[in-house]
């Protein structure tokens, strides 16, 4: 697959934050940020209206200028570049046709949007460098044409070679439709008999939406459901039996909503901010809300409200028919929109006061704060292909009442009383009736058992509705046209920790004790019991001694002892001690019997052995910190390789490289442990004089033992570098005396008993 990004160009003629009517401007100011979080490259193209406002138009710079041909005129085009948020927005300049008081509703929108798709289409050749377009996504009738153009006039430049088109549906019922007359003076078509045949929708007009759908290489809209319901006639608004052609490259995917920009705990909109966790709040937006609608403030009645656009498409129908049976049930109601319906709404708010209220404007901050104060939002469409208020609507705890249709029967559960679950209420008939039996499911719901209310309102603020899952959709969409471009998300880098150098410090507690010994060092014979202790206090005098390259007695022992070097040079070696143990507890299980019917004999060498070391006892003493820290484990330091050899070299520690294969793997220890000792034993005379001792006394004595009781020593200070990783001592230290042989733990309790006394 090729490195190269997704690089897509999305075509819309609005996008928030610049410009928005609707919910195409709310997708087109959302989901090109998502797919660029997904991994593509986004341009944006907008038309450059006059509306938007100077904060946005005094960043942007000119990139480019070129003239446009539709029909028998030229028309100039500049393109203004402003990069917000990882998105590069590319504003399509032509004064005559955008600059006006809004973006729609004039008599040459025909012509406008005409020359907004072929201005779109002439961009690509000048789009930044490295930008090379793969996929041209259009959106509704205003860009519907792109495709047209794309294919009848560019397909044989190399650059639009690899341009693949994706058409979304966000309301088919505006499809821009325009006398046939245009198809010459402004389109330049005419004399293409296969693309007027395509945009031709009856005998005297062209359909633009037609046109897209023909011409596009994916379709989608953006609900699954209204995927389905405009395949027939009753949604279709004439186009279902195109849609049904070409079905195999129509899908539906949903839409979703800025999390960041609607979310209850940051709104800076609403009166209290609240959350899932903490709803309290809720109760102060609404009481807030009532006395600013002239309300009642009323907790116990149940406040549901629209914001919608007041025509029928919205259900305006069903409310003025519904209306009077709701107001006098009990449920308070209030309307904020303008449209069609403006009169009967103020109707009832005058009929009802205190428990109907009517805004007929728009007015994006009491929106916030409707969504965020009110118990239930009323959205009963006739048709809604995704709708987005119904999703807002959850995400502030607002229970919406819809009717089953498109994106409303995508994104509210019904709820379901004997389960608890669902995030709403709905009905499936364009219907009065069952509409207000909806509201009333929800109000008696409100009234009688508000423990499940809660319950519900927790579902629907569970309810996830981010752009992340939709990006993804389009992301696969996108593969799907470009095989070759790899869409998978980098995985991020996560660092790994630093390993932690615990062992030292856990040692410390024990220092105060051991230093009482430093001060009063008792003589060798004395501890000749346990004869782990002078090998332990004279490791840390050795650890500063390099170390010559052990012998591999094995090819564990040998990896084993090299990865130990370096945890050897810290302060754990106080831990030496116990690593030897944990070395030579396995290997000695076969000698214990032995041990223990030799203790006269160990006592007397230990007693030789000590005699030999009087001075040197002196100059180890200062470190016996650590050896008495670790000699308080009488099981730990018991536990020797062979209790002759352990009793006559005191200064042979034992090796990291048999310390952990010796533990976990017993039967290899005894054979592994002798040799690696050998490689690193003290030149001390004590050893020397008690290595027959050694012979003589150990009934596990291997040809390789007695071989490295021969050989001459290495140099001192290995004691330390083989200390064991601080890890495995732990480990040893942490060995229970159960595990040890019983005659050994007698008598170092009693070595431990007489260092107690001192």
Not at 638 to 663: D, E, I, L, M, Q
């Given at each position: 697959m090729s490195d190269k990004k997704m690089q897509v160009v999305f075509a819309s003629a609005e996008a928030a934050p610049f410009v928005k009517t609707g919910g195409l401007g709310d997708v087109a100011g959302s989901l090109p940020r998502a797919l660029v979080a997904a991994g593509a490259d986004v341009i944006v193209m907008v038309p450059k209206y006059?509306?938007?406002?100077?904060?946005?138009?005094?960043?942007?710079?000119?990139?480019?200028?070129?003239?446009?041909?539709?029909?028998?005129?030229?028309?100039?085009c500049?393109?203004?570049?402003?990069?917000?948020?990882?998105?590069?927005?590319?504003?399509?300049?032509?004064?005559?046709?955008?600059k006006r008081d809004y973006p729609y509703g004039f008599f040459d929108d025909g012509e406008r949007f005409a020359f907004f798709s072929k201005a779109v289409t002439e961009s690509l050749q000048h789009l930044p460098e490295g930008f090379q377009c793969d996929v041209l996504h259009c959106n509704d009738w205003h860009t519907a044409l792109a495709p047209v153009f794309l294919r009848e006039f560019y397909q044989g430049l190399p650059l639009y070679e690899r341009v693949k088109t994706v058409f979304s549906i966000h309301n088919i019922a505006f499809q821009g439709q325009y006398a046939d007359?245009?198809?010459?003076?402004?389109?330049?078509?005419?004399?293409?008999?296969?693309?007027?045949?395509?945009?031709?929708?009856?005998?005297?007009?062209?359909?633009?939406?037609?046109?897209?759908?023909?011409?596009?290489?994916?379709?989608?809209?953006?609900?699954?459901?209204?995927?389905?319901?405009?395949?027939?006639?009753?949604?279709?608004?004439?186009?279902?039996?195109?849609?049904?052609?070409?079905?195999?490259?129509?899908?539906?995917?949903?839409?979703?909503?800025?999390?960041d920009a609607w979310n209850p705990a940051t709104d800076p909109m609403i009166h209290v901010n609240y959350s899932a966790a903490d709803m309290s709040g809720k109760k102060a937006c609404k009481a807030a809300l009532q006395e600013e609608l002239g309300l009642e403030v009323r907790d116990d009645r149940p406040l549901m409200v629209m914001v919608t656009r007041l025509t029928r498409q919205k259900g305006m129908d069903l409310v003025t028919y519904a209306l009077d049976r709701i107001l006098s049930g009990g449920v308070q109601v209030a309307v904020l929109g303008t449209g069609d319906y403006e009169e009967p709404m103020r109707?009832?708010?005058?009929?009802?006061?205190?428990?109907?209220?009517?805004?007929?404007?728009?007015?994006?901050?009491?929106?916030?704060?409707m969504y965020a104060g009110a118990d239930m939002f009323l959205m009963p469409s006739l048709f809604e292909p995704c709708g987005l208020s119904q999703m807002i609507a959850m995400r502030y705890g607002t229970l919406p009442v819809v009717r089953e249709t498109g994106g409303l029967r995508d994104t509210v559960a019904p709820y379901n009383q004997f389960t608890g679950e669902g995030t709403g209420f709905t009905f499936a008939n364009f219907n009065g009736d069952e509409m207000g039996d909806a509201v009333f499911r929800g109000a008696r719901l409100y009234w009688d058992d508000h423990a499940a209310w809660d319950h519900l309102v927790q579902n629907a603020m569970a309810a996830d509705f981010s752009w992340v899952r939709s990006a993804d959709e389009y992301m696969n969409l996108y593969h799907n046209l470009h095989p070759e471009i790899d869409i998978t998300k980098p995985e991020p880098v996560v660092q790994e920790p630093e390993p932690a150098e615990p062992t030292a410090v856990e040692a410390e507690p024990a220092a105060p004790e051991a230093t009482v010994a430093k001060a009063e060092p008792a003589p060798k014979a004395e501890q000749a019991t346990e004869p782990a202790d002078d090998a332990k206090a004279e490791a840390p005098a050795k650890a500063e001694e390099p170390a010559p390259k052990a012998e591999p007695a094995k090819k564990t022992a040998a990896k084993k002892t090299t990865a130990s070097k370096t945890a050897a040079k810290k302060p754990a070696a106080r831990k030496t001690a116990a690593t030897k143990s944990t070395a030579t507890k396995a290997a000695e299980?076969?000698?214990?019997?032995?041990?223990?019917?030799?203790?006269?004999a160990s006592k007397a060498a230990a007693t030789k052995s000590a005699a030999s070391k009087t001075t040197e006892a002196k100059a180890t003493a200062?470190?016996?910190?650590?050896?008495?820290?670790?000699?308080?484990?009488?099981?730990?330091?018991?536990?020797?390789?062979?209790?002759?050899?352990?009793?006559?070299?005191?200064?042979?520690?034992?090796?990291?490289?048999?310390?952990?294969?010796?533990?976990?793997?017993?039967?290899?220890?005894?054979?592994?442990?002798?040799?690696?000792?050998?490689?690193?034993?003290?030149?001390?005379?004590?050893?020397?004089?008690?290595?027959?001792?050694?012979?003589?006394?150990?009934?596990?004595?291997?040809?390789s033992a007695a071989k490295a009781t021969a050989k001459p020593a290495a140099p001192k200070a290995t004691a330390a570098k083989a200390a064991a990783p601080k890890a495995a001592a732990q480990d040893s230290s942490a060995a229970?005396?159960?595990?040890?042989?019983?005659?050994?733990?007698?008598?170092?309790?009693?070595?431990?008993?007489?260092?107690?006394?001192?």
């Open positions: 006059g509306t938007i406002a100077s904060e946005y138009t005094d960043r942007m710079e000119h990139v480019a200028d070129f003239y446009v041909s539709l029909g028998w005129r030229n028309e100039y500049g393109l203004e570049r402003l990069v917000i948020d990882g998105v590069t927005y590319l504003f399509i300049d032509n004064e005559r046709y955008f007359t245009i198809l010459n003076d402004i389109l330049g078509m005419a004399h293409i008999p296969n693309a007027a045949r395509q945009l031709r929708c009856d005998e005297r007009s062209i359909n633009y939406m037609q046109g897209a759908l023909d011409y596009s290489d994916a379709i989608t809209t953006v609900s699954p459901s209204y995927a389905w319901e405009i395949q027939t006639p009753e949604y279709g608004e004439g186009l279902d039996g195109i849609l049904r052609r070409r079905s195999n490259v129509l899908s539906g995917i949903l839409n979703g909503i800025d999390t109707y009832f708010a005058n009929k009802y006061p205190g428990t109907c209220a009517a805004r007929i404007t728009f007015d994006n901050a009491l929106s916030h704060r299980k076969p000698t214990a019997k032995a041990t223990a019917t030799k203790p006269a200062t470190k016996a910190t650590a050896a008495k820290t670790t000699a308080k484990k009488p099981s730990t330091a018991s536990a020797t390789k062979t209790a002759a050899k352990s009793t006559a070299t005191k200064a042979a520690p034992a090796k990291a490289a048999a310390s952990k294969t010796a533990a976990d793997k017993p039967a290899a220890a005894a054979a592994t442990a002798p040799k690696a000792t050998s490689t690193k034993a003290a030149p001390k005379a004590a050893a020397a004089k008690t290595a027959p001792a050694k012979v003589s006394t150990s009934k596990a004595t291997t040809p229970t005396p159960a595990d040890k042989p019983a005659p050994k733990a007698k008598s170092v309790s009693a070595a431990k008993r007489t260092t107690r006394k001192r």
